[in-house]
Nanobody
């Protein structure tokens, strides 16, 4: 049974930083393509950043140069370092495989950026 547990969200001022973590269990983490997604009320969930098992990364245009996705295979943990944050980054952030599996969604972690 796959479980993904996000943490690290909170309230931050514009220009600040946060690091999100996603603890994974029940999947072969080192060979999975993983991603961070976010969702705001009334909008579809969007893929913010992805990381393949080979280390290739992709980012949403609006976060390029500010966010960095990484993982620790030994700890089976996915990270998202978010710098120079903007109010439009406010959302609930989730991790999942890429493409996402419906049954893997966790509760997410709320990120709020104040102006």
């Amino acid at each position: 049974q796959v479980q993904l547990a996000e943490s690290g969200g909170g309230l931050v001022q514009a220009g600040g930083s946060l690091r999100l973590s996603c603890a994974a269990s029940g999947l072969i983490f080192r060979v999975a393509s993983m991603g961070w997604y976010r969702q705001v009320p009334g909008k579809q969930r969007e893929l913010v950043a992805s990381l393949t098992s080979r280390g290739n990364t992709n980012y949403l245009d609006s976060v390029k140069g500010r966010f960095t996705i990484s993982k620790d295979n030994a700890k089976t943990t996915l990270y998202l370092q978010m710098n120079s944050m903007k109010p439009e980054d406010t959302a609930v952030y989730y991790c999942n495989v890429v493409p996402p599996s419906h049954g893997f969604w966790g509760q997410g972690t709320q990120v709020t950026v104040s102006s």
